[in-house]
């Protein structure tokens, strides 16, 4: 069988490395006049057009967007499909919202019907907002687990994903037991773990509603499946925070449990970590484990100030991307989380600039959760999903952006002013998966 390429023309960026780390012409490369060529589903070229063209195959007229610019698909290292119809519920911090809105909504799916509505329209909207790959918590229920790798894998997505293991502290009916979780856990990732482009997380919620028994029992899991993810919530609120010291007195903090039950370690991704102390962070430095940063959601729920600058530290870096947090958070969109990042960083006196934004949403979401030899850069030998950004998405857009002076500036104002509108096209594994512009019928 001849294989399949397809191409794209316009303006890109991508990133080779981290440019908290080296210097930002090593980690950052923009073509101002790009051609991306995708075979079967990966980059094989990518680069300056003229140099390019000539390896095009013949009759092979890239689609061109000239004006736009193309970017890796954005990575969202923390969702919850199930939370996506609760988003912008009204008046709590997050023990509250978790018991008002969050466990009532998430019965909702032991009905298979209604995760696979909700999956199906989740996944829409992912790629609606460029989102191509996402680490997302399901129900406790397995068939939510199975609804939305069956419809990330109609769609051909890099999905991440895990059922979520609670045996205390929740409504009866969302609770599994430690032995029952692990069993249901280990047996969705036996089913869904590398079948075409989905991974598994082995999916604690978070330390207070699972026993020690439940951790002991993710932990084992894990050691006899290293090949998978592991996602968890750390250090959200400083409530919660409380709230572990007092269920488990004899660890040292909140990182520590985890850290005795075996779950840090590389393709391990902490959610938020917003009141993380320094030791905690040179934990995470030294074990490989990563946060998700998550700002619209630390806003919303009242959660407190990521410090961005000091989980990049130089001296001790911990892996970090950014994360939407649907339903706390408020937008799918990861340029809107860039947006809520900046501001996040202003308030620490930080100026996060487009370069690095742009990084936190592609590549280093992808090393958090350590999948960038696979996505998260449109280096040749990465799989093809991208974006195709409009700087004329709105009319105010449009006025901005005629007015920028390179490309920094350019991202920046996208980063800031963008969100769905902005998305005019993603592809996946090199295919188109939305078209802003053609209208479907249903
Ligand atoms: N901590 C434990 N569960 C949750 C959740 O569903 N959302 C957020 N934001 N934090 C959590
Ligand atoms: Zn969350």
Not at 419 to 425: E, G, I, L, N, P
Request: aromatic share 8%; proline share 4%.
């Amino acid at each position: 069988m001849s294989a399949s390429v397809t191409a794209v023309r316009g303006p890109m960026v991508w990133f080779r490395g981290d440019p908290f780390l080296i210097a930002r012409e090593d980690a950052f490369v923009h073509e101002s006049d790009g051609l991306l060529i995708c075979t079967d589903g990966v980059v094989t070229a990518a680069g300056d057009y003229t140099a390019l063209r000539d390896r095009l195959p013949d009759s092979l007229e890239p689609v061109h967007y000239p004006d736009h610019v193309i970017t890796a698909g954005f990575i969202d290292t923390h969702i919850h499909y199930v939370q996506t119809g609760i988003i912008a519920a009204f008046g709590s911090q997050l023990i509250d919202w978790l018991n008002h809105y969050t466990f009532v909504e998430e019965q909702r799916f032991s009905d298979p019907a209604y995760a696979r509505t909700v999956a199906s329209s989740f996944c829409d909207e992912l790629l609606r907002n460029g989102t191509t790959t996402a680490l997302t918590f399901c129900a406790v229920y397995p068939e939510s687990v199975d609804a939305l790798f069956a419809e990330a894998s109609r769609r051909n997505m890099r999905m991440a994903a895990g059922k979520v293991l609670m045996d205390r502290n929740a409504p009866d009916a969302l609770l599994d037991t430690a032995q029952s979780g692990h069993d249901d856990s280990k047996a969705l990732l036996e089913r869904w773990h590398g079948k075409g482009r989905n991974l598994y997380a082995i999916t604690p919620r978070f330390a207070p509603t699972s026993t020690p028994a439940q951790l002991e029992a993710a932990g084992a899991l894990r050691r006899e499946h290293p090949e998978a993810l592991m996602h968890t919530h750390v250090s959200e609120n400083t409530g919660e925070i409380s709230w572990v010291r007092s269920l488990f007195p004899e660890r040292a903090g909140y990182l520590d449990v985890y850290d005795h039950y075996g779950l840090l370690g590389r393709g391990t991704v902490l959610a938020h970590g917003v009141h993380l102390t320094g030791r905690e962070r040179d934990r995470c430095s030294e074990t490989g484990t990563a946060i998700s940063h998550c700002p619209t959601s630390n806003l919303f729920l009242g959660s407190g100030l990521f410090h961005v600058h000091d989980a990049k530290d130089s001296k001790r870096p911990v892996h970090v991307g950014l994360g939407t947090d649907i339903g706390a958070g408020t937008s799918f969109s990861l340029l809107a989380t860039m947006n809520e990042a900046y501001k996040v960083a202003e308030l620490c006196n930080y100026p996060l600039d487009s370069v690095k934004a742009f990084y936190l949403a592609t590549l280093g979401s992808a090393q958090a959760m350590g999948i960038e030899d696979r996505v998260g850069s449109l280096e040749p030998g990465h799989e093809a999903d991208f974006v195709v950004l409009d700087p004329r998405a709105t009319p105010l857009l449009a006025q901005r952006t005629s007015r920028v002076s390179d490309i920094e500036e350019l991202l920046f104002v996208l980063a800031v002013m963008g969100d769905d509108r902005t998305v005019r096209a993603t592809y996946v594994a090199g295919t188109l998966a939305h078209d802003r512009d053609v209208v479907t019928a249903d």
